[in-house]
Nanobody, 132 residues
């Protein structure tokens, strides 16, 4: 059974950086077309998409993180990453790695249109807490 595993979360001050990693996605990378994404969920709020990437490296970001977050993948190590710079208190949330393995589109679907129910695989999350 495929299990995505997130790591790299923690507690930092506003303005600092964190780098999240997602492993366990080897089977995802066997598909010629896939979509991988980072979602987050703050206490009392719904789960929202943060950033997405498809097989050819094209990406999309939520407006709230554009210019601060960078999603990337390493196909050799089968890893997915989220570099988060200039963190803000409103970035505090549980961050999840998710994947669609048989992604038929030839473009990256806007992250704003991605629903949690669209994703096929999930990790258990890593907590990110930003102090002001």
């Amino acid at each position: 059974q495929v299990q995505l595993v997130e790591s790299g979360g923690g507690s930092v001050q506003a303005g600092e950086s964190l780098r999240l990693s997602c492993t366990g996605a080897a089977s995802v990378y066997t598909f010629p077309r896939y979509l991988m994404a980072w979602f987050r969920q703050a206490p009392g709020k719904g789960r929202e998409g943060v950033a997405a990437i498809i097989a050819d490296g094209r990406t999309d970001y939520a407006d709230s993180v554009k210019g601060r977050f960078t999603i990337s993948q390493d196909k050799a190590s089968k890893g997915l990453y989220l570099q988060m710079d200039n963190l803000k208190p409103e970035d505090t949330a549980m961050y999840y790695c998710a994947a669609v393995m048989n992604y038929y589109r030839d473009y990256v679907r806007p992250i704003s249109s991605l629903r949690p129910s669209d994703m096929e695989l999930w990790g258990k999350g890593t907590q990110v807490t930003i102090a002001s």
